[in-house]
Protein backbone atom coordinates (compact mmCIF):
# COMPACT_ATOMS: atom_id res chain seq x y z
CA UNK A 1 0.00 0.00 0.00
CA UNK A 2 1.28 3.53 -0.72
CA UNK A 3 0.43 6.27 1.63
CA UNK A 4 -0.62 9.71 0.11
CA UNK A 5 -0.69 13.13 1.88
CA UNK A 6 -1.73 16.45 -0.36
CA UNK A 7 -0.68 20.14 0.59
CA UNK A 8 -0.69 22.98 -1.00
CA UNK A 9 -4.24 23.83 -1.86
CA UNK A 10 -5.80 27.25 -0.39
CA UNK A 11 -7.71 30.10 -1.51
CA UNK A 12 -6.59 32.59 -4.72
CA UNK A 13 -8.76 34.72 -7.00
CA UNK A 14 -8.99 34.31 -10.64
CA UNK A 15 -5.61 34.36 -12.80
CA UNK A 16 -3.76 33.53 -9.88
CA UNK A 17 -1.38 30.16 -9.41
CA UNK A 18 -1.09 27.37 -6.45
CA UNK A 19 0.97 24.46 -6.30
CA UNK A 20 -0.03 20.93 -5.15
CA UNK A 21 2.46 18.68 -3.49
CA UNK A 22 1.69 15.40 -3.13
CA UNK A 23 4.04 13.22 -0.24
CA UNK A 24 4.09 9.44 -1.02
CA UNK A 25 5.62 6.90 1.26
CA UNK A 26 5.07 3.26 2.22
CA UNK A 27 5.39 0.48 -1.33
CA UNK A 28 6.48 3.55 -3.23
CA UNK A 29 8.85 0.82 -5.21
CA UNK A 30 5.49 -0.59 -6.90
CA UNK A 31 3.89 2.84 -8.11
CA UNK A 32 3.19 2.73 -11.68
CA UNK A 33 1.80 6.03 -11.92
CA UNK A 34 1.01 9.24 -9.66
CA UNK A 35 -2.55 10.92 -10.51
CA UNK A 36 -4.14 14.22 -9.65
CA UNK A 37 -8.08 13.98 -9.72
CA UNK A 38 -10.73 16.81 -8.28
CA UNK A 39 -14.30 16.32 -7.24
CA UNK A 40 -17.12 18.79 -6.98
CA UNK A 41 -19.91 17.85 -4.01
CA UNK A 42 -22.25 16.14 -5.91
CA UNK A 43 -20.27 15.55 -8.97
CA UNK A 44 -18.41 12.69 -10.04
CA UNK A 45 -14.69 12.54 -9.72
CA UNK A 46 -13.06 14.09 -12.24
CA UNK A 47 -9.53 13.26 -14.02
CA UNK A 48 -6.80 15.68 -13.81
CA UNK A 49 -2.99 14.97 -14.87
CA UNK A 50 -1.16 12.23 -14.46
CA UNK A 51 2.36 11.26 -14.62
CA UNK A 52 4.04 7.98 -15.62
CA UNK A 53 6.67 7.11 -12.74
CA UNK A 54 9.26 5.08 -14.50
CA UNK A 55 8.88 6.65 -18.13
CA UNK A 56 7.93 9.83 -17.15
CA UNK A 57 5.24 10.54 -19.76
CA UNK A 58 2.72 13.16 -18.62
CA UNK A 59 -1.00 13.18 -19.33
CA UNK A 60 -3.92 16.22 -18.85
CA UNK A 61 -7.43 16.93 -19.29
CA UNK A 62 -8.30 19.39 -21.62
CA UNK A 63 -9.48 21.49 -19.06
CA UNK A 64 -6.25 22.03 -17.69
CA UNK A 65 -3.84 21.19 -20.23
CA UNK A 66 -1.78 24.36 -21.01
CA UNK A 67 -2.66 25.79 -17.53
CA UNK A 68 -1.32 22.98 -15.08
CA UNK A 69 2.51 21.08 -15.03
CA UNK A 70 3.00 17.66 -13.18
CA UNK A 71 6.11 16.96 -12.08
CA UNK A 72 8.11 15.31 -10.09
CA UNK A 73 10.97 15.11 -7.48
CA UNK A 74 13.64 12.28 -8.60
CA UNK A 75 14.78 12.39 -4.99
CA UNK A 76 12.20 12.23 -3.07
CA UNK A 77 9.04 10.31 -3.42
CA UNK A 78 6.89 13.49 -3.88
CA UNK A 79 4.28 14.83 -7.58
CA UNK A 80 3.51 18.21 -8.06
CA UNK A 81 0.48 20.04 -9.84
CA UNK A 82 1.36 23.36 -10.49
CA UNK A 83 -1.55 25.22 -11.64
CA UNK A 84 -1.76 28.87 -13.16
CA UNK A 85 -4.23 30.80 -14.64
CA UNK A 86 -6.61 29.36 -11.85
CA UNK A 87 -10.36 29.67 -12.90
CA UNK A 88 -13.43 29.69 -11.08
CA UNK A 89 -14.34 26.75 -12.16
CA UNK A 90 -11.33 24.78 -11.11
CA UNK A 91 -12.30 25.00 -7.39
CA UNK A 92 -12.64 21.30 -6.16
CA UNK A 93 -11.28 18.98 -3.58
CA UNK A 94 -8.08 17.79 -5.27
CA UNK A 95 -6.97 14.18 -4.27
CA UNK A 96 -3.58 12.20 -5.39
CA UNK A 97 -3.92 8.85 -6.66
CA UNK A 98 -1.47 5.80 -6.88
CA UNK A 99 -1.76 3.15 -9.56
CA UNK A 100 0.79 0.01 -9.09
CA UNK A 101 0.16 -1.41 -12.77
CA UNK A 102 -0.05 -0.10 -16.38
CA UNK A 103 -3.95 0.24 -16.92
CA UNK A 104 -6.06 3.53 -17.97
CA UNK A 105 -4.19 6.39 -16.39
CA UNK A 106 -7.28 8.89 -16.85
CA UNK A 107 -9.44 6.49 -14.84
CA UNK A 108 -9.70 6.76 -11.45
CA UNK A 109 -11.09 3.35 -11.14
CA UNK A 110 -7.46 2.14 -11.91
CA UNK A 111 -6.20 3.91 -9.04
CA UNK A 112 -5.63 1.64 -5.59
CA UNK A 113 -4.31 4.28 -3.26
CA UNK A 114 -5.77 7.74 -1.91
CA UNK A 115 -4.70 10.84 0.23
CA UNK A 116 -7.60 12.78 1.91
CA UNK A 117 -7.86 15.77 -0.74
CA UNK A 118 -7.11 19.31 -0.52
CA UNK A 119 -8.93 22.47 -1.26
CA UNK A 120 -8.76 24.69 -3.78
CA UNK A 121 -10.92 27.15 -3.99
CA UNK A 122 -11.21 30.19 -6.97
CA UNK A 123 -12.08 33.04 -6.59
CA UNK A 124 -14.05 35.71 -9.46
Known amino acids: QVHLVESGGGMVQAGGSLTLSCAAS????????LGWFRQVTGEEREFVAA????????HYSNSVRGRFTISRNNTSNAVYLQMNSLKPEDTALYYCAASDSPGPILSDRWYSDWGQGTQVTVSS
Open 51 to 58: LAWIAGTS
Open 26 to 33: GRTFDIYA
